[in-house]
């Protein structure tokens, strides 16, 4: 198994819902990482996990929880968000935080619509 | 990490060589060159990387200049499937800074 697969690919939520964003990997991989994609930019970095371990949360708002429960999952948890919170959603993983060979590798996403 | 230089859009024609430019005018020595793409809606892919050698794998080919200043991804034979948004990006392989994006070079292949 060579991929990352993200659920739900679609999610449309209200201001006041309660919602999770779900990536699993069984690749072997000890790093993974949640980026946020706007339309027509590139990528963002949000969070990244180490060792199922929080290494770096680049000052993402609390209403963005993430948790890693084991080394082949990785859930964003998504509370009062706003309009603006409305993206895409990437989950990637890699061997390390510090990849030598073939980089990271990326799920299709989650189409996230706050409304 | 050195800050990469691309130009926002550029068509091939199906079937031709699409050769799509960096730079990375400030890339120090222990640097690599990375190069992914995304095609609309979807996660970026790894297409192939380098430090100062020349490397080719089954996607695509990656020329980087003598003084690593800048280089350039070659796609032999582009199809419409080539069509997306391709990133160059510099860091330090075994670094703890992760991979920044930076605007990339939106391809279109034109049938």
């Known amino acids: 198994d060579t991929e990352v697969t993200q659920t739900p690919k679609h999610l449309v939520m209200g201001m006041t819902n309660k919602k999770s964003l779900k990536c699993e990997q069984h690749m072997g991989h000890r790093a993974m990482y949640w980026y946020k994609q706007k339309a027509k930019k590139p990528p963002e970095l949000m969070f990244v996990y180490s060792y199922e371990k929080l290494s770096i949360n680049e000052s993402v708002p609390s209403r963005f929880s993430p948790e890693c429960p084991n080394s082949s999952l990785l859930n964003l948890h998504l509370h009062a968000l706003q309009p603006e919170d409305s993206a895409l959603y990437l989950c990637a993983s890699s061997q390390g935080t510090a990849p030598i060979n073939y980089g990271y590798t990326f799920g299709s996403g989650t189409r996230l619509t706050v409304v | 990490d050195a800050k990469t230089t691309q130009p926002p859009s550029m068509d091939c024609a199906e079937g031709r060589a699409a050769n799509l430019p960096c730079n990375h005018s400030t890339i120090s020595g222990n640097e690599y060159v990375y190069w992914y793409r995304q095609i609309h809606s979807q996660g970026p892919q790894y297409i192939i990387h380098?430090?100062?050698n020349n490397e080719t794998n089954e996607m695509a080919s990656l020329i980087i200049t003598e003084d690593r200043k800048s280089s350039t991804l070659i796609l032999p034979h582009a199809t419409l499937r080539d069509t997306a948004v391709y990133y160059c990006i510099v860091r330090v392989s075994g670094s703890a800074r992760q991979l920044t994006f930076g605007s990339g070079t939106q391809l279109t292949v034109l049938p």
């Open positions: 380098g430090l100062k």
